[in-house]
């Protein structure tokens, strides 16, 4: 399937003029999975240089590494999950999206509490306290960290920390945009006018974050994020990708990012989705270890850290264990929920006919959103 995949995407257009955005991420053969996993490693990056330095590290335009791999998470969501939500009906998307996200969290929650914070805090000679960890694990189960840390205050030095993972705050605003696409895309209005929309989406709400003082920690900013790769997809059947432009986007990206970050979404998603479709790399297209190796790369660095690794042991093993992780809690947790049942391990979920209230009325040929027809995106998963 893959090579069809990279075949078609190659056919789609003339010989040297680049490959069409709807084609080459249409299938199975793409680099969407790569990349979420480079944007994790970036993650992790950023919290190996905080643990082992106190500094945040590296930044352009006001963000360290670790963001920028969130802005990359963000984008490729909003490109994969409108098309989930035009592929089901409300309730089953929502159960879906659910089924992806909150096992492998609450599982990582758990292992922070109990396997983590009592290793750290024996390491560090730290008082550890089992009703903490478990008021983290229970306060924090709906994804919005009402408890972030267990142990002293986070305004601590980080050494004397017991444990906060800083990775699990943004999962509360992923499961915000998903919770908007799926409501937007219930009203046949959007379905008929989808990019119309993504574009008011991301207008309004960059303007917000930059008119209200520039934060990056707020809903605004994760949702222009999001709408930014939305946009790229209600236009992916006229995009065409080549290393020229994906180049170009990027250079567009980096000076616009200088105004403002959130002003560089949309070349930047662009540059994403044309690189995922450009990249001949093909690792991760059956086991998807990136919500995992996101999840696990701040406990495991911090273990580390608490055993006295320098820098320059600690970013290479974080990143390593941290993958070893990931694939563990994609093969034992996450899988599990995202297959059908009966299925197979690693078969994508049944796709149900749509129900009569999300199922658009057929108003001739342009209007109808992708249908039975359309490719299933087997990495439709986000972190």
């Known amino acids: 399937m893959e090579k069809v995949g990279v075949a078609a995407a190659a056919a789609g257009t003339g010989a040297g003029s680049g490959v069409r955005l709807a084609t080459a991420l249409g299938g199975r053969g793409n680099a969407l999975n790569v990349l979420r996993v480079a944007f994790a490693v970036l993650v992790i990056v950023s919290h190996s240089w905080l643990l082992g330095t106190g500094s945040p590290g590296p930044r352009y335009a006001g963000l360290e590494l670790g963001s920028w791999g969130v802005v990359g998470f963000f984008t490729i969501s909003g490109y994969l999950i409108p098309r989930a939500r035009l592929r089901t009906d409300l309730l089953t998307f929502l159960v879906r999206r659910g089924r992806r996200i909150y096992p492998a969290f ?35 189960a709906t994804t919005w960290m009402v408890q972030p840390s267990i142990g002293p205050s986070v305004d601590s030095p980080v050494v004397d920390l017991i444990m906060v993972n800083p990775s699990l705050w943004t999962l509360a605003f992923e499961l915000t945009c998903y919770a908007l696409a799926g409501a937007l895309l219930t009203m046949d209005a959007v379905r008929r006018h989808r990019t119309t929309v993504a574009v008011a989406l991301y207008v309004v709400t960059a303007t917000t974050v930059v008119t209200t003082g520039g934060s990056t920690r707020t809903a605004t900013w994760f949702i222009a994020l999001f709408s930014a790769g939305w946009i790229v997809g209600t236009l992916e059947d006229r995009m065409v990708a080549s290393r020229a432009t994906v180049v170009a986007a990027l250079a567009v990206g980096a000076v616009a990012a200088l105004g403002h970050p959130v002003l560089a979404a949309v070349p930047l998603a662009y540059a994403i989705l044309g690189s995922a479709a450009l990249l001949p790399c093909r690792w ?39 993958l070893v992780a990931g694939a563990v809690s994609w093969i034992v947790v996450e899988r599990r929920f995202t297959r059908a049942p009966g299925a197979p391990y690693g078969e994508a979920l049944a796709v149900r006919p749509p129900t009569w209230w999300s199922r658009p009325r057929d108003r001739g040929p342009g209007h109808l ?14 972190p």
């Open 284 to 322: 991760f297209t059956t086991h998807d270890v990136s919500y995992g190796t996101y999840l696990y790369g701040w406990p495991i660095g911090h273990v580390l850290h608490a055993a006295g690794a320098p820098l320059v042991l600690l970013l290479p093993l974080s990143i390593v264990f941290a």
């Open 106 to 140: 609450w599982v990582c929650c758990a292992v922070t509490a109990f396997v983590a914070t009592p290793l750290a805090a024996h390491l560090t000679r730290a008082h550890f306290s089992p009703l903490a960890a478990l008021g983290y694990l229970t306060r924090n």
């Open 369 to 382: 959103p992708p249908g039975p027809a359309a490719p299933l995106r087997r990495p439709e998963r986000s």
